[in-house]
């Protein structure tokens, strides 16, 4: 479990993540009744509240929501 949480809780493996993510949702516009994308889109979103759930259950609530939206950004 700690693993996984390691993983969610990675800035690169999530970057990669929206990068995908948002590529789908382009793509997708072409073609907007697809089945396909829906279901894409219905997995990114599980994976973004389970990093959100692995962030706050690592960092604790008010952590989790202390850090500036621009962190890690120089």
């Known amino acids: 479990m700690e693993r996984l ?3 969610l ?3 690169r493996v999530m970057l990669y993540a929206i990068m995908i993510n948002t590529a789908l949702m ?3 516009g072409f073609w907007p009744d697809s089945l396909w994308f829906e279901a894409a889109d219905a997995v990114f979103t599980l ?6 759930w ?3 259950s690592r960092m604790g ?3 989790y929501w202390a850090i500036p939206l621009a ?3 120089a």
């Open 5 to 7: 949480k390691d993983l």
């Open 47 to 52: 994976l973004f509240l389970f990093e959100a």
């Open 9 to 11: 809780c990675s800035d």
């Open 61 to 63: 609530w008010r952590a």
């Open 26 to 28: 382009f793509i997708g």
């Open 54 to 56: 692995a962030k706050i």
């Open 71 to 73: 962190a890690g950004i």
